[in-house]
């Protein structure tokens, strides 16, 4: 076995229906910097997947008794645990998915402030008083947890995307089992370790990894004690759960793919936006649903901007995720290189140019790279491509670049960079996404009060702030005749 992990043993087993639970069957999680495998997690069924919802109807009767105060106590002791282990959870995250050690340390500061911010608002959770038409009624609403959550969470932010899930439903009494990415299950297990040594009840948060996510998931799907589903990965995958959710009228939460646009105005501080779509383009090699996808200059500026931009991108470092200095570490699989090369060579075969970059090394690296003179029919324009490759397209006026920003069928972040705060505001409220960064290539950043969600084919529902609360709790009015 191999010692990259440390311990191997620890994080290989399901937690559900009380128990740390070893599975006749197993699957090997990789890391991608070395294609090494760093253990064998438990692979669970469609049986386990009914003995998680029965020991949540359980331990769901008892946590919605718990006071809102008190379970904001317990995810306070979570969030504290979180740093207590920063480091092996970083380590963790960088072996599992391949990102950059200085960014998942990062990842923990992101998923812990998720639970910190719920952990503060669940003791706010409550609900009105109505003035009623009739003199000889009362109203009141009551907020109260929707119930049981399932919950599948990807590989790109092995912890981020839990707790911006977890965080909430548990602030809001509800109970989740969560299906982690099958490249990120061990980051999930030890969330739910430390949840449990936070105090936090028996079955209230059940971890269930698997190397078969639809056989997993049809339990859920069916079972009229499921009341919700919150999903974040691609829109096809989506689209499928959306449509299994209906069967049973789930409530749903759906943060689906993206494919954002950044535009930089000839007004614009050159510099900063350069160093903001590097930020954008880059972080996670590419691999974040709000990545800069195509960046659009205007013509004015367009070669010294993209000069620039070449620059700072031939800088990053791309080599070893566990090294402190580096920038930008492999792709997650080689079928997300695949996808990045696909990108490239289409773009190139129709006339593109990479200014740097446009290369895979040896392994699951691709070069950092920047496409300029890139086809309007190239694929790279309209998928998402999950990589570290940015394709910069001239346009004209202020109208055509909205017109190329808003051509899309998904609709979740959007950039502009200008120095002209009327254009500004045109350029925001034209934009027809969830969220749009004006001068800010990372408005998620330090955020976990703010919506994040996708307009479109990029979602349904909101994450983050008393949005994502919401998505836990169900308003009951009450009327009481006097
Ligand atoms: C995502 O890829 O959906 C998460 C990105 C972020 O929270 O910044």
Redesign the pocket.
Known sequence: MTTLLGDPVTRTRAYFDGEWRAAPRTFEVFYPGTLESIGAVADCTADDARRAIDAAEVALKEWRKVGPYQRGQILRKWHDLMFEHKEELARLMTLEMGKPISETRGEVH?AASFIEWCSEEAGRISGERISMRMGNKRGFTASEPVGIVYAVT?W??PA??IT?KAAPALAAGCVMILKPAEQSPMTALYLAELWLEAGGPADTFQVLPTNDAAALTAPFMEDERVRKLTF?GSTAVGRLLYTQAAKTIKRVSL?LG?HAPFLIFADADLERAAREVVGSKFR?AG?????TNRVYVQREVADEFTRILTEKTARLRLGDPLQDDTGVGPVVEQAGLDKVRAHVEDALSRGARATVGGRVEEGLYFQPTVLTDVAPDSLILREETFGPVAPVVVFDTEEEGLRLANDSEYG?AAYAYTRDLSRAWRVAEALEYGIVGINDG?P??GAPHVP?GGMKNSGVGREGGHWGLDEYLETKFISMGV
Do not use: K
């Open positions: 992101y990807p790109n932010f981020g995307m911006r974040t943060e993206g996670n691999q974040t649903c709000i990545s979740l990372v998620s950043a994040f």
